[in-house]
């Protein structure tokens, strides 16, 4: 079935660590983004690509990078300058612009500061 | 003041009851979008709709441009039902979120 995958779905950073978090959808879908979501908050864009080897920042991107060497992949990095990290995060995608297109979310990942 | 409001913030209800869920936006948009997100954090879109209204099943949504409103309602609502209904729109190349209503169904 069609849809969008990540991983790891628990994960748990050392300060001053770097991580990735994986995102890969099967839906040929030119658009992918990432989100990030706190207790009590709207979704907050993090970074969106709309075409292969091209991305763009989001409202927090600060502390973030993201790269987009294939279509169906769109892998985020939190870096050690990511001061609050611990949240939780969701990949998505559509098939062209967001306006006028249905989104499609991955399950998310869980990203504890330890 | 946020983009996009949603009321109540939490809701719950006895099984088979009648729930509306309201959202407000303040920008320009191209589509509203709800959202429905379960309890292991995965979300799904119920409805994209642009103007007047669509039926899925028990769920309805309604907008109402002029305004720049829209509700959610669930008719005969069941503890399955359980989830965050989270309110969005689109426009050119941006999406905004509301920050979810948690509705609880009980038995």
């Known amino acids: 079935d069609g849809g969008i995958t990540q991983s790891p779905k628990y994960l748990f950073r050392k300060e001053g660590q770097n991580v990735t978090l994986s995102c890969e959808q099967n839906?040929?879908?030119?658009?992918m983004y990432w989100y990030r979501q706190d207790p009590g908050q709207g979704l907050r864009l993090i970074y969106y690509?709309?075409?292969?080897?091209?991305?763009q920042k989001g409202d927090i991107a600060e502390g973030y990078s993201v790269s987009r060497e294939k279509k169906e992949s769109f892998p985020l990095t939190v870096t050690s300058a990511q001061k609050n990290p611990t949240a939780f995060y969701l990949c998505?995608?559509?098939?062209?612009?967001?306006?006028?297109?249905?989104?499609?979310f991955g399950e998310g990942s869980w990203l504890t500061v330890v | 003041k946020n983009e996009v409001e949603q009321s109540p913030q939490n809701l719950t209800a006895q099984e088979g009851e009648f729930i509306t869920i309201n959202c407000s936006y303040s920008?320009?948009?191209?589509?509203l979008h709800w959202l429905q997100q379960h309890p292991g954090g995965g979300i799904v879109s119920l409805f994209m709709?642009?103007?007047g209204k669509k039926k899925h099943g028990r769920l309805i949504a309604t907008i109402n441009i002029q305004e720049k409103h829209s509700s959610l309602h669930i008719t005969a609502s069941h503890p399955r039902d359980s989830a965050v209904y989270i309110c969005a729109v689109s426009g050119n190349n941006d999406m905004r979120f509301g920050a979810g209503t948690r509705l609880t169904v009980k038995p």
């Open positions: 709709l642009s103007s």
């Open positions: 690509s709309q075409i292969v080897n091209d991305f």
């Open positions: 998505a995608s559509s098939m062209g612009r967001i306006s006028g297109n249905t989104i499609y």
């Open positions: 920008v320009g948009i191209s589509a």
């Open positions: 839906l040929n879908h030119d658009a």
